[in-house]
């Protein structure tokens, strides 16, 4: 048992189906052939009684209502009736009859009759006992000859002449092998409906199967190097929609790992360098010289601190790069846009002002959203002078929510605009080179983007701008 069910298990999935397909149709035409066959022998019993029952019926018919063809009248003697009605007989292939007249054959079937009773000896001697009978007697007959299903009807007049019998039999086994010709057809067309049926499901599963052996060549080849294979998508059935399923699981995994490699090479390239710093002056530094300890110290704090300043900006932007993490509800902006500004005021001494204030409410991740506008409120700090303006708006134009932060400071270079929203890209503020970089992964995890308007040495404008979308996305 368990030997076949290994075999079965080691089977393809094609294999498996069609071999389920093609048992369960062999099992229902095995089982409509045998229901086809066990009806069929029932109909022909059925026949084979009527079609003696109507023998009868017209022998007696002929007896009490007949003219005898030599007198012009009515039978008075058996011997007429028996020879009449054996001469009218018209017989089927494989049927039958005499008479019997004072407990013998009398009248046998036409010369030309393919099947005669009379010459059973086994049959005759069976029946002839029954023709001495007052009620008519039928029934089945097996001889070393054949299968019969007969029937005999006694006739006598009150004449004191002869009685006499009319004997009526069948061949079933030759009716009953006109089935087998019928079943040896019916086997023929099951057997070429089991080839044709196994042939399209075949072809059928093929097809349907092909979405997953897609998928098996693109497991192949995808590797730990390269996630950027995609399963070919087509169709719109079950199988397709797992496709595009998968595809959008291996977009999630390539973005996810991708984040990741940028993540190490980020703290790899930026950390090496302040700890190259830290080593160098722990090495230089003179243990004996409490000057020289009480500065390498401050220095390595500052370098500490700069490091800690960069680890939290990079955890900052990988979460901010990942769009499920995100938990967007639908918020008043108005409120988000005075407690955002009531935050800002605190970064530094600038006179802030509201630009202008969206009473709307907007599907968003209010927490991120913060994040990100204090990140601009903060580079706009960094970037300005004291006593400066520096404003903050909302607006709703065209189904977009648009949120800026606007300054007097430094500005930035045309050519510069289109690379500041990079990593560690820095302005002449100093920095980790992140803000922009955060700012802009979390508009785009809400769908959104960052505009930049700038003037070098005028100042900047910069806007975070999000699209409508709907709470359970």
Known sequence: MSVSVLRLANWSIRARVISAVVALTGIALAL???????????????????????????????????VDPRTGVGF?????????????????????????????????????????????????????????LATISQGRLVTSQRDYRYIVVPVSFANGTPGGALVRAVDFGAEESLLGEVWRSYILVALGSLLLVGLLIWILVGRLLEPLAWMRRTAEKITDADLSERIPVRGTDDLSALGETMNSMLDRLEGAVGAQRELLDDVGHELRTPLTIIRGHLELMDAADPADVVATKELLLDETDRMSRLVDDLLALAR??????????????????????????????????????????????????????????????????????????????????????????????????????????????????????IVNAIARAHGGRIEIESERGVGSRISIVLPAREESE
Request: aromatic fraction near 6%; proline fraction near 2%; glycine fraction near 10%.
């Open 76 to 132: 008075v003697d058996a011997e007429s009736l028996t020879r009449v009605a054996v001469q009218r007989s018209v017989l089927a292939a494989n049927e039958g009859v005499f008479g019997v007249l004072d407990g013998k054959v009398r009248w046998a079937a036409q010369e030309g009759a393919t099947f005669r009773l009379d010459q059973d000896d086994e049959f005759t001697a069976a029946v002839l006992p029954l023709t001495n």
């Open 320 to 437: 901010a790069e990942r769009p499920e993490l995100l938990r967007p509800v639908r918020t008043d902006v108005a409120r988000l846009t005075d407690e955002t500004l009531a935050k800002a005021s605190g970064l530094g001494n600038r006179h802030w002002v509201l630009d202008e204030l969206a009473d709307v409410e907007f599907v968003l991740d209010p927490q991120r959203v913060a994040q990100a506008w204090l990140q601009l409120a903060a580079n706009a700090v960094r970037y300005s002078t004291d006593a400066s303006t520096v404003g903050m708006g909302s607006q709703l134009r065209r189904g977009e929510l648009r949120l800026w932060v606007r300054d007097e400071g430094v500005g930035i270079s045309p050519e510069d605009i289109a690379r500041v929203t990079n990593r560690f890209e820095r302005g002449v503020g100093g920095g980790t080179g992140l803000g922009l970089a």
């Open 32 to 66: 409509s052939g045998l229901i086809v066959t066990t009806r069929g022998h029932a109909l022909t019993e059925q026949r084979v009684a009527a079609d003696l029952q109507l023998g009868a019926t017209e022998f007696q018919a002929l007896a009490t209502e007949g």
